[in-house]
């Protein structure tokens, strides 16, 4: 469970948001259905004229923008809801760079990334590698291992610079 940051409850209009899928009109998905996602994206709206009340005080209104053909909107109270990093953030090369490091973003990012063939993917110093099942152009060719030589290799020569510092002479 994720607790909202403090103020989440003064969303501003145009800030997206995970909904959690129990609060969609499809609901929660069954427990076998591991295709389900468990979140949907969303985008807070400001109410209009013709928008009904809220129902509850701290419900904000959402338009869901990864559900079915249309874009459905509804009021989701606003302690359920968990901040969503801007669009340009979705493909990030690495995780660390998130405004907002939660699950649903973190499986945004890997899906995102995975979509595109970009099967690596950093988390700091860790990589996070994931297996296409199929062949990625360009991934293995001539000039792509000869860059990781280089890479290693520049690797290897700062680790011997700091040899000394980690072995001193007595």
């Keep these: 469970r994720f607790l909202p940051p403090a103020g989440m409850s003064a969303l501003a209009p145009g800030e997206r948001v995970w909904v959690p899928a129990s609060k ?3 609901g929660a998905p ?11 994206l969303g985008v807070v709206q400001a109410p209009g004229p013709d ?3 809220a129902p509850q005080p701290g419900m904000v209104l959402v338009c869901l923008v990864e559900e079915g053909d249309g874009n459905e909107v509804l009021w989701a109270r606003a302690a359920s809801l968990i901040p969503a990093n801007p669009e340009t953030l979705d ?3 690495d995780i660390g760079t998130l405004s907002h490091l939660n699950e649903p973003s973190l499986l945004r990012v890997i899906a995102s990334r995975y979509a595109a063939r970009s ?3 950093r988390a700091g110093p860790v990589l996070v590698a994931l297996n296409p099942f199929c062949r990625v152009a360009g991934l293995y060719d001539p000039r792509m291992m000869a860059a990781y030589q280089r890479a290693a290799a520049a690797a ?3 680790r011997l610079l700091g040899q000394p510092l980690q072995h001193p002479r007595v």
């Design 51 to 53: 928008s009904p009340a």
């Design 91 to 93: 493909g990030a090369e």
């Design 156 to 158: 290897a020569h700062l």
């Design 24 to 26: 969609t009109a499809a």
């Design 30 to 40: 069954a427990e076998d259905d591991n295709e389900a996602p468990l979140f949907t």
């Design 119 to 121: 099967i690596y993917t």
